[in-house]
C-alpha cells in the first residue's frame, strides 16, 4: 500500500513535469531556461517530501506495531500469572470444626502459588463426594466417616491431623447422678445415631458393667430426637437426660446452670484407656491425589491451620464476629463460651495414630460398617 502511493505521486509528477516542459516551449528563448529550471526544483521537492512522509508514515507504523505486541506480550503475561495459582476448594462444615478455618479465610486466599476457595457444608454427607472426586480437596470429617471413605475408596483420602478431641458431655437433670453406673434404668438421649457420640456411650456403659437397653438394670439409649432439638427439650424438662457434643452441651448448661449435673465424658473415658486419654472427634483429611501431587503445599498449609487454630482458641470474641461475618449458624454468644470447650487441638496424623486407632477399635467392635470393615492402613496417614 506504501510503495502504491509513493509510485502514485512519482506519476502526478511526471504529468506535472511534462506539463511545464510543455509551456515552457511556447515561451521566449530567454525564460525558456529559467521556466524548465524552477519546474524541475520543484518536482525535485516534491518527490523528496512524498519520500520523507512515506518513511514517517513507515516509522508510526513500525512503532504503532510494536506498542501493540508490547500489550499483548503484556496481556499473555499478566494471563499467564493468573493461570499458575493452583486452586484449592476447602470444605468447611457449619460447626465448631469450621471455627478455625474463618480466620483463615479471611487473611490468607493466596498461599505460595495457590489460591483458596472455602465453601460451608451442613454436614459431612455433602461435601463426601467432591471429596472423592478430588473437587474438594480439603475438609473436616469425624474419624470413622474418613476411615470408611478410606476403605470403600480406594484409599481416596489422607488424614493430615486431629484437629478436635473429645467435647462431650452427659447432662442430666438428675442431680443424683453422677457417674455412669448410676444411669441404670434411665432413658438417655443421644445426639447422633452411628457417630461418636453413640459407640463411646455404648463402650463406657460396657466398661461400667451395664447393657444398654429397656430395663431397671439397662440404659435405654434413644436416638430419636434430633440433635438441635435435644436442647429445648431438656430445659424445657420434656427429657431428662442427654449426651450431646459443643456447641450444644453450652447452651444448655447456661439455660439451665445450676438445675442440672454434668459429666464429662472424656473423663469417663479415660478411666479405661492405659495410653490414649482422649478420643478424636474431628479430623482433616485431604484428597490423596491432590495431597501426592502438591505435598509441600499441603504441610504450609497444615502449618498455617494450626497457627489459625491457636489463634481461635486464644481470641473466642473475635472468632464469634468472624462467625458472625460469614453467616455461621451457631450464636455469636454461644461460639464465646463454647470455644473453650470444644477441645481445639493439632495432632499431626502419624502421632495421632494410637489415638485415632482406638477409637475405631470401639467402631468395629459395635458396627463394622461405621469404618468400612477394618482398621485403614499405613497410607491413610498423611506423612
Do not use: H
Amino acid at each position: 500500500m506504501k510503495k502504491n502511493r509513493l509510485l502514485f505521486g512519482l506519476i502526478v509528477l511526471c504529468v506535472l513535469l511534462s506539463g511545464c516542459s510543455k509551456k515552457t516551449e511556447v515561451k521566449e528563448s530567454a525564460g525558456n531556461s529559467q521556466a524548465s529550471e524552477t519546474a524541475n526544483e520543484t518536482v525535485k521537492e516534491a518527490i523528496e517530501n512524498i519520500i520523507l512522509s512515506e518513511k514517517e508514515s513507515e516509522n508510526q507504523s513500525v512503532e504503532s506495531e510494536e506498542a501493540a505486541e508490547t500489550e499483548d506480550a503484556e496481556s499473555d503475561e499478566t494471563a499467564e500469572k493468573k493461570d499458575k495459582y493452583i486452586l484449592v476448594e476447602v470444605g468447611i462444615l457449619n460447626g465448631p470444626s469450621g471455627l478455625p478455618f474463618l480466620n483463615q479465610m479471611k487473611n490468607k486466599n493466596l498461599l505460595n502459588g495457590y489460591k483458596l476457595t472455602y465453601d460451608t457444608y451442613a454436614e459431612p454427607s455433602l461435601v463426601i463426594p467432591q471429596l472423592v472426586k478430588n473437587e474438594v480437596q480439603i475438609t473436616v470429617l469425624p474419624p470413622n466417616v474418613a476411615a470408611k471413605i478410606y476403605n470403600k475408596n480406594n484409599g481416596a483420602i489422607v488424614m493430615t491431623a486431629v484437629c478436635g478431641n473429645g467435647m462431650l458431655s452427659l447432662i442430666t437433670r438428675n442431680k443424683e447422678i453422677t457417674s455412669f453406673a448410676d444411669l441404670k434404668g434411665q432413658t438417655v438421649y443421644v445426639a447422633g445415631s452411628g457417630a461418636t457420640p453413640e459407640y463411646i456411650a455404648r463402650y463406657l456403659l460396657k466398661q461400667n458393667e451395664i447393657e444398654a437397653g429397656e430395663g431397671e438394670e439397662k440404659v435405654n439409649l434413644d436416638f430419636t430426637i434430633p440433635t438441635a432439638a435435644l436442647v429445648s427439650s431438656i430445659i424445657e424438662g420434656k427429657i431428662q437426660n442427654v449426651i450431646i457434643p459443643e456447641p450444644f452441651a453450652t447452651s444448655i448448661k447456661q439455660k439451665l446452670n445450676n438445675e442440672c449435673s454434668v459429666i464429662n465424658i472424656q473423663s469417663e473415658y479415660a478411666k479405661f484407656q492405659k495410653e490414649a486419654k482422649n478420643f478424636p472427634m474431628s479430623v482433616i483429611v485431604v484428597n490423596k491425589e491432590f495431597a501426592k501431587e502438591n505435598y509441600d503445599f499441603v504441610k504450609k498449609f497444615m502449618k498455617e491451620y494450626q497457627k489459625t487454630l491457636e489463634w481461635t482458641v486464644a481470641n473466642p470474641i473475635k472468632t464469634a464476629l468472624n462467625a458472625e461475618e460469614e453467616n455461621f449458624s451457631l450464636k455469636k454468644e454461644v461460639i464465646i463460651k463454647a470455644v473453650p470447650n470444644c477441645a481445639f487441638t493439632y495432632i499431626p496424623a502419624k502421632k495421632a495414630k494410637k489415638d485415632i486407632e482406638a477409637l475405631l477399635e470401639i467402631f468395629l467392635q459395635n458396627e463394622e460398617t461405621s469404618i468400612g470393615g477394618t482398621l485403614p492402613d499405613e497410607g491413610f496417614y498423611f506423612k
